[in-house]
């Protein structure tokens, strides 16, 4: 591509263009002597000290020249306004979002002790840390290996958003059964876009899924396995922990959803020397699916819109979304996209927004695909419950799944398909209210609602169910969760 593109009109200045212009060609010097020394980029807490150094080098330049380089991108995701995509809306009970009143320090409340690692870097040029959130009940029992149990937990938000130390959009009742039942939570980021791809996001869930089993660390110190660095965080022993014994439970809401089945099907694959060096075969018990995005995500674009509680024309969303991709076509052109894998919500939600609501949010995430056939780079989860088959052992977990039966950002329909495609193709696996277990909710008795006359929260009966429905719902209210609870608990305890 010809970059003098970007040298006029709204796409950039000279004086930007040349400096990252100049930029793009150190960077690319720095990277070419990184690939001669073909370090495994699946374990890169193995890396050479040469190429150490080399990473240091690159992410020195990202930490001079990010605000540089993401300066149009930035200003294109701050929609509908930067204060509505910088300011932390989602905690607090802020003006117009009452119903999300937790604080940053809900899990000090909920007996969580917080811990953040890395658990590799980008692929990309910035070599941006991508971390996992440890949750660690205070009261845990270490000493016997068998009672550790252990939740990876994947976060929801269209893969353009959200964070594993996001307090808002965990749910109450999945935090409090993992305490109950002696079990750490484990919530890996993972690439974001519009600035990742499809193959971003399922490089680094593998890379996530051998990082745990093999025991990597980048901690400074003698660390030299991450259960080491989490004992000394945490004062506690955590010698008896084994990730091929203690078992794991798959949570993954929303996005974070497909997210889930990407970690459930990479680990289950078959080992073929040199093919799949990610294939892990951990002790998944069971996977746990809240209102899962299963396709890619595109959502319906009427005349007028709205989002966050302003409305917008058809042509104003579509416009903006323009604004995103140009910037995005920009950044590829000089090698430069850089890597995001964790925002706090509201930032990065517009270009979920944007992309889905106008239909550009597939090509965004597949544009990395060499072909429709490319499993990490191109298919969702309906595409890839087909395209595995044969190519995974008879060891994939049970599935028990929930869905709003009037959610318009997932709709329920998809996930229906989903259940239907696993019981079709692995049958000797899936059976229906058996190893997989689909509840469509389509009303709660008790859920906290907003009363704009009453100025406070009330506790009321619903009869229409959407997205993000479950967050502080309790079961002794609801019969769906209580059933929910007692078949994990038969599965994964």
Request: glycine share 6%.
């Amino acid at each position: 591509m010809d970059r003098t593109a970007f040298t006029t009109g709204v796409a950039s200045d000279e004086g930007r263009v040349s400096a990252i212009t100049s930029l793009s060609e150190t960077v690319k010097d720095l990277t070419s002597k990184l690939d001669a020394l073909k370090q495994d980029k699946l374990r890169k807490w193995k890396w050479s000290k040469e190429a150490l150094s080399i990473v240091a080098k690159l992410q020195d330049l990202a930490s001079t020249n990010l605000p540089l380089v993401r300066s149009r991108l930035d200003k294109a995701l701050e929609f509908p306004s930067a204060e509505w995509t910088n300011t932390p809306l989602f905690t607090g009970g802020k003006f117009g979002f009452e119903q999300f009143n937790r604080t940053p320090e809900w899990f000090d409340e909920m007996g969580f002790l917080v811990q953040r690692t890395a658990y590799t870097f980008s692929d990309t040029w910035d070599c941006a840390p991508i971390t996992a959130t440890f949750l660690v009940p205070t009261n845990l029992d270490t000493r016997n290996a068998k009672k550790l149990k252990i939740v990876f937990y994947f976060h929801g938000g269209g893969f353009c958003t959200g964070a594993g130390d996001f307090v808002s959009w965990y749910s109450r009742s999945s935090v409090e059964f993992a305490r109950a039942n002696n079990a750490i939570i484990i919530a890996p980021d993972y690439p974001l876009g519009p600035e990742a791809s499809y193959r971003d996001i399922s490089n680094a869930i593998k890379t996530f899924l051998i990082w745990y089993n093999e025991g990597g660390c980048f901690e400074p110190g003698n660390f030299t396995h991450w259960k080491q660095w989490l004992s000394t965080v945490t004062a506690m022993d955590f010698t008896n922990l084994q990730p091929q014994i203690n078992d794991i439970l798959i949570e993954g809401e929303s996005a974070g959803g497909h997210a889930a089945v990407t970690a459930m099907f990479a680990n289950a694959e078959k080992k073929i020397e040199h093919t799949n060096p990610w294939a892990c075969d951990l002790p998944i018990a069971a996977v746990f699916l809240r209102y899962p995005m299963v396709k890619h995500y595109a959502r319906e674009c009427p005349d007028s819109v709205t989002y966050m509680n302003s409305e917008f024309t058809r042509a104003e969303v579509q416009k903006h979304a323009q604004d995103i991709k140009d910037a995005i076509v920009e950044l590829e052109a000089f090698e430069l996209v850089p890597s995001r894998s964790r925002s706090h919500p509201p930032h990065g939600m517009s270009a979920a927004f944007l992309l889905s609501i106008t239909k550009e949010w597939q090509a965004m995430f597949q544009r990395h695909a060499v072909n429709g056939n490319d499993i990490d780079a191109a298919m969702d989860c309906l595409e890839r419950v087909e395209a595995y088959v044969g190519k995974v052992d008879t060891v994939l977990p049970r599935i028990i799944m929930y869905h709003g039966d009037k959610d318009s950002n997932c709709p329920i329909d998809e996930t229906r398909r989903f259940c239907d495609l696993l019981i079709q193709n692995y049958p000797e696996i899936y059976t229906e209210n058996d190893t997989l277990i689909f509840q469509s909710v389509g009303s709660l008795a008790v859920q906290a609602t907003w009363i704009k006359e009453m100025g406070r929260l009330e506790a009321r009966a619903v009869d229409t169910v959407a997205h993000g429905f479950d967050y502080d719902l309790i079961p002794r209210n609801e019969e769906f969760l209580r059933k929910t609870y007692r078949i994990i608990g038969k599965w994964w305890l």
